[in-house]
């Protein structure tokens, strides 16, 4: 918007029909630009505003007072309709026909009015008063006038007087007035909320509520209660324990449930059957026998005979024991020419590799014909895996001298 301009807008509320009749509910417009924030109330009344058109022929609203002299119920040429009210046409000099009402007024609003005077100009007169304030004085010939006046919050006296002077009578002598709008007497709504828990059934006029979670609203007189009805949780929880759980002075090593009633933070109960699954850690036993120098378990290698424990975790996050007896039965092949069992070859049968006890400086693999197949220094073993299926003799050089072993690849 730009700066002076303006724009309508338009809201369209439709009212509950539980309403009742007679409360104003506020309605909060908030109008939010870059100089700040502006915060109006509106208040939008429920039913029809206070008229008094005498159209019952009486003075049908409540609350009217005649003073001495009164007004009276007239046909004549009414501002609406087919009645008004009329200053009695008995009134004479130095009389003050009176006609008042008070009403007690919550919010600023206003009353309206219709009047029309036939009288001597300048003595006779209507007047119109609030808490005695003169606010019309008229007389003369005066046609139906419309008058409109604020009224504040407060108990307030709303009062009409036809009053004639000491002498002369003119004109129809009266005053008459018609569609008096009376300021509302507003009822504000008032908002309360209640919390509910889910289960706890609360009958509200027709309708039961607290079956289900959620936000209902409920006009009561003239308050507008907003029941929420928080969930009382029910549901299952699992947990797990490893071998045994000491639970209420029980200790448990096999599967149970309980009932477990906790309090949210609405003070709802909820309620939760915990599933204890008991698991149980595992022991295990691996014997493995081999030839090979070492042996490689769970990260770790092995190159002694033993017994050898270690502790593992289940998928239920219990122990798993697992006990490696471990056998290294390597061929004990001493090489006699260098020195008995000095040097060890193994496994003298083999798919793959032969390993020697130590690293030795020349080892060679011949075939039966006596043909070099190959030749390593400096080696602790001997790779067969490139050559064919067959028996071959592995000769061995060190230091202390040569020795030849028969070496079988399957
Ligand atoms: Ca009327
Ligand atoms: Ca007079």
Same mark, same amino acid.
């Given at each position: 918007m730009a700066p002076g301009a303006s724009v309508t807008v338009t809201y369209n509320l439709q009212a509950d029909n539980r309403l009742p009749i007679g409360i104003s509910i506020p309605l909060v417009l908030t109008l939010t630009g870059t100089e700040g924030t502006a915060v109006n109330t509106l208040p939008i009344y429920i039913?029809? =505003?206070?008229?008094?058109?005498f159209e019952s022929g009486t +003075?049908?609203? !409540?609350g009217w007072t005649q003073g001495y002299y009164n007004w009276i119920i007239d046909t004549? !040429?009414?501002? !609406? $309709?087919?009645y008004c009210a009329r200053s009695d046409s008995a009134l004479t000099h130095s009389q003050t026909a009176e006609l008042a009402i008070q009403r007690t007024v919550s919010m600023a609003d206003s009353i309206s009015f219709w009047y029309k005077v036939s009288s001597e100009? $300048?003595? %006779?007169k209507f007047h119109f008063y609030i808490d005695n304030e003169e606010l019309v004085t008229a007389s003369g010939e005066v046609a139906w006038t419309r008058a409109a006046f604020a009224v504040q919050p407060g108990s307030h006296n709303f009062r009409f007087t036809y009053s004639k002077d000491g002498s002369v009578n003119r004109n129809s002598d009266c005053a008459w007035i018609d569609n008096i709008t009376l300021p509302t007497p507003r009822n504000d709504v008032q908002f309360s909320n209640v919390d509910l828990c889910q289960g706890d059934l609360q009958v509200v006029g027709d309708d039961t509520i607290g079956r289900t979670p959620g936000s209902f609203a409920v006009v009561s007189g003239n308050t507008l209660v907003e029941y929420t009805v928080h969930p009382a949780y029910s549901g299952l929880i699992d947990f797990a324990a490893c071998d045994s759980l000491l639970w209420n002075g029980t200790v448990y090593t096999t599967d149970f449930n309980y009932n477990h009633i906790d309090t949210t933070v609405y003070g709802c109960d909820s309620l939760e059957t915990v599933n204890v699954h008991i698991f149980h850690s595992a022991y295990d036993t691996v014997e493995i026998t081999t030839q090979a120098s070492n042996f490689r378990w769970h990260g770790e290698t092995y190159t002694e005979s033993g017994e050898y424990t270690i502790t593992l975790t289940t998928t239920a996050g219990c122990d798993s024991v697992v006990t490696l007896i471990l056998? +290294? %039965?390597? =061929?004990?092949? $001493?090489i006699g020419d260098i020195d008995d069992n000095a040097l060890l070859a193994y =496994?003298?049968?083999?798919t793959g590799s032969v390993m020697f006890s130590t690293e030795v400086p020349v080892a060679e693999l011949y075939d039966l014909q006596g043909r070099l197949l190959l030749r390593r220094e400096q080696v602790s073993g001997i790779d067969l895996t490139p050559l064919p299926q067959g028996i071959y003799l592995l000769r061995i050089t060190t230091e202390a001298g040569t020795a030849a072993l028969r070496i079988e690849r399957l």
């Open positions: 039913g029809s =505003p206070m008229v008094e058109t +003075f049908s609203l !409540a004549t !040429a009414p501002a !609406a $309709g087919i100009s $300048g003595y %006779d056998t +290294f %039965d390597r =061929p004990q092949n $001493g =496994p003298t049968i083999t």
